[in-house]
């Protein structure tokens, strides 16, 4: 395999993971009935500007160079227009601003930061992409980060993700904020949440197994809830060369055996069987 391909590969591998520890997919997240209250805990506007933390003649001035996100509501009852209400998304971004600010960013870069990731959809009333990656860390262990390249470029992006543009297209320099740390701030700095579709390095080879090992039988041994072997079974009833067979049986490090059937003196089927343990 030349370099570029194992790259590949190896960057492929990190994307898989990345979607196979995900607690939930966007589509998911945005139409499930199970996550409505969780969507709800989002959106709702029960912060004011005295919640944020920020005087409030910075918010203004936020304000005036448009770096409020569209969703803020000033109440009309109120003849003060101080009188501000936020969601917990629209907090997390004005923590962001100030970490900008922190960081040297003027106003306008800061912008043009807000016109890559601050999307708001006018009929649902909400963030699409900012909230789900808040969600993925506020309601699983995995994290997200707000990436801002040298050129200015903003995205929204998991580690996996980070690591697999690294591995295919180099490193550069890049300015990375943690969405959990975002969160802390907020005072949301809970334990890490297990979600039930997050996997083990164990169970995600098995179904990397499943998946992509082409096996017709996929086998486990388990003890006390935590998969100890795999063993996979292939069969193939067309005539294999013995260095396809050899090669075969040695990828991926793997124990095995093969057993190779003739009839009336013919190769009729050749099966690999190999077995992964894993270090108790």
Avoid: C
């Avoid at 590949?8 to 966007?26: G, H, I, V």
């Avoid at 390249?149 to 295919?168: F, N, R, V």
């Amino acid at each position: 395999m030349s370099p570029k391909a194992d790259h590949q590969e190896k960057a492929y591998e990190l994307l898989r993971r990345s979607d196979f520890d995900l607690p939930f997919t966007f589509a998911d997240w945005q139409m499930n009935e199970k996550h409505m209250l969780l969507r709800d805990s989002l959106r709702e506007r029960k912060y004011t500007t005295k919640d944020t933390g920020i005087p409030y003649r910075v918010i203004s001035h936020w304000e005036l160079n448009k770096l409020m996100p569209e969703g803020v509501k000033i109440d009309d009852r109120q003849k003060d227009s101080s009188w501000r209400t936020f969601s917990l998304t629209e907090m997390a971004w004005l923590k962001i601003i100030a970490h900008l600010r922190n960081f040297g960013y003027s106003l306008k870069k800061i912008g043009a930061v807000k016109a890559r990731i601050i999307h708001w959809n006018k009929v649902g009333k909400y963030y699409p992409n900012f909230e789900y990656s808040l969600a993925q860390a506020l309601f699983s262990s995995k994290d997200t980060y707000l990436r801002i390249t040298a050129d200015g470029t903003a995205d929204l992006l998991s580690a996996e993700q980070i690591e697999m543009e690294k591995i295919l297209w180099g490193s550069k320099d890049m300015l990375l904020i943690s969405t959990k740390s975002i969160l802390s701030e907020l005072g949301l700095d809970f334990p890490e949440i297990k979600s039930r579709l997050e996997l083990s390095g164990e169970e995600f080879d098995l179904f990397d197994k499943i998946r992509h090992s082409g096996s017709n039988e996929v086998k486990t041994k388990t003890k006390d809830g935590r998969i100890e072997e795999i063993e996979t079974t292939k069969t193939s009833v067309k005539p294999l060369l013995d260095k396809d067979i050899r090669a075969e049986a040695e990828q991926d490090e793997m124990y095995g055996r093969v057993i190779t059937q003739y009839e009336k003196g013919k190769q009729s089927s050749v099966q690999i069987v190999k077995r992964k343990r894993f270090d108790k």
